[in-house]
């Protein structure tokens, strides 16, 4: 079946400027997560969902960057204000189990849209 | 908060055997994955270890001791196409987030 699909692939913009990343999840999936992903490194944690719930953005870096899930399936991640120091590889992902506590679920990532801010 | 330590760089000729180590520090561990991901591509799940011991999945084997805070990945009979990067993630109790290390660059020679 289909994998985690991330919109736009690239996305190319001036400082200031506002842009929206989008990820389409496994069909069915519960849990949606976004990362962001530096050239040489790991993923960084942002936040994530429960269905359309944020369950926890402490991984968001300042007051610049929000994400929603209005129907728990589809997300958007925003960025206002974009600066040089965003460029990077944003990552979505989505686990299809609800579970409790720090139970874990295997997390499907998608390709990833690169952010280049000029 | 937590951290995460692997080698940076691993190099292994074609059918041999390779361990990738991962140390960790954080204050709530609950469990440790490991993920590959080929220049390129996404991040994708390999094997999880919640318990201590040896989890076997085919050529890939990954170890757990909490008591030592230590893991690692063992992958046998190397292929080239296991050239890759390697990322143990930990899971923290009560929180979903994956917190990655640097990952660990494996490059298989013929």
């Known amino acids: 079946g289909a994998g985690v699909s991330q919109s736009p692939r690239y996305k190319v913009t001036k400082r200031g400027q506002d842009v929206a990343l989008r990820c389409d999840p496994i069909s069915g999936h519960v849990s949606l997560y976004w990362y962001r992903q530096a050239l040489g490194q790991g993923p960084e944690f942002l936040t994530y969902?429960?269905?359309?719930?944020?369950?926890?953005k402490s991984g968001l870096p300042n007051d610049r960057f929000s994400a929603e899930r209005p129907e728990g399936s589809i997300s958007t991640l925003t960025i206002q204000r974009t600066e040089q120091r965003d460029s990077a590889m944003y990552r979505c992902?989505?686990?299809?189990?609800?579970?409790?506590?720090?139970?874990?679920?295997?997390?499907?990532f998608g390709p990833g849209t690169r952010l280049t801010v000029l | 908060g937590q951290s995460l330590e692997q080698p940076s760089e691993v190099t292994a000729v074609e059918g041999a055997i390779v361990q990738i180590n991962c140390t960790y520090q954080?204050?709530?561990?609950?469990?440790l994955s490991w993920y590959q991901q080929h220049d390129g591509g996404a991040p994708t799940f390999l094997s999880y270890?919640?318990?201590?011991g040896l989890e076997e999945t085919g050529r890939f084997s990954s170890f757990l001791s909490r008591s030592d805070s230590y893991g690692y990945l063992l992958l046998q009979e190397l292929q080239m196409k296991d050239s890759a990067s390697y990322f143990c993630a930990v899971t923290e109790t009560g929180r979903r987030a994956l917190t990655f290390g640097s990952g660990t660059r494996l490059q298989v020679q013929p």
């Open positions: 969902f429960n269905y359309e719930a944020q369950q926890d």
């Open positions: 270890n919640a318990l201590d």
């Open positions: 992902a989505s686990s299809q189990r609800l579970t409790a506590g720090g139970l874990v679920d295997t997390q499907y």
């Open positions: 954080t204050s709530g561990f609950y469990g």
